[in-house]
């Protein structure tokens, strides 16, 4: 490990192949056209699934960790992508999410908790439902009744409403709404099937970025809630 930010793994290169550094995706090999071949950046190899590791016995070293993985395009739409190079593992899931966050533009990224549901909660610690808020002005003009010090919702939908009344404050509470949308994710278990799933990454994919477009995400995540309770009822 290193001592900086990110729990990186930073093997020797020639014993181990599995790793990616966060800042270095797209020509590790320092040859911008690099086609492939013998070449074994992680340009060459994303093209190529089969040259990659297997996620599976990756996650067999570190039990009970957030996970960070660069896949290849072709299986991104993989609810388990199986290969992939690491980029970051940690207890922590604040750490591993920043080093998600990272990653370069044109990378596929895939994150999960490499444990059971009753440990991926205690992962979170006491800042589940207990973290420090910011202090929130009263504004009337604000979308919803919620105050900065009150907990969050123990219903789900109510949660995920909830994260977008944050977005609707003026300004946006963007850090408590991805706050509450992780929260949400959590109750779900992280589980690909549930039609949830999709939605809340969604919209913490067009919120953890440099500059969200909290418009586009309020409106995709409206109108796939809609859908959703009209499929349910």
């Known amino acids: 490990m ?3 930010k990110y729990m990186t793994i930073k093997q020797n290169k020639k014993e181990e192949n599995w790793y990616a550094e966060p800042f270095e995706k797209h020509g590790g ?6 086609d492939g071949g013998d070449c074994d950046c ?3 190899t994303m093209s190529e699934p089969e040259r990659l590791p297997l ?6 070293m570190f039990p009970n960790e957030w996970m960070v993985f660069i896949v290849p395009p072709a299986e991104d739409d993989d609810p388990a992508p199986t290969h992939g190079r690491l980029v970051a593992h940690s207890p922590d899931p604040d750490e591993v999410f920043d080093a998600a966050n990272a990653v370069l533009w044109n990378q596929c990224v895939y994150t999960f908790f490499n444990g059971d549901f009753t440990a991926m909660e205690a992962s979170y610690g006491d800042t589940l439902n207990n973290a420090p808020r910011p202090v929130e002005q009263p504004n009337p003009a604000a979308h919803g009744p919620l105050a900065g010090d009150e907990p969050v919702p123990a219903d789900l939908i109510d949660l995920i409403h909830s994260a977008l009344d944050k977005l609707y404050q003026k300004p946006p509470n963007l850090n408590e709404a991805i ?3 992780r929260i949400a994710k959590v109750r779900t278990g992280f589980n690909p099937e549930s039609p949830l799933h999709p939605i809340l990454d969604a919209a913490l ?3 953890e970025v440099v500059e969200p477009d909290i418009d586009t995400v309020i ?4 109108d796939e809630l809609s859908a959703f309770k009209t499929a349910i009822f």
């Open 29 to 34: 090999c320092g040859d911008d056209g690099c």
């Open 2 to 4: 290193t001592d900086g």
């Open 179 to 181: 706050r509450r949308l």
């Open 219 to 222: 409106f995709g995540l409206e």
């Open 205 to 207: 994919d067009g919120l």
């Open 55 to 60: 996620i599976e016995e990756i996650a067999e």
């Open 42 to 44: 992680t340009h060459a």
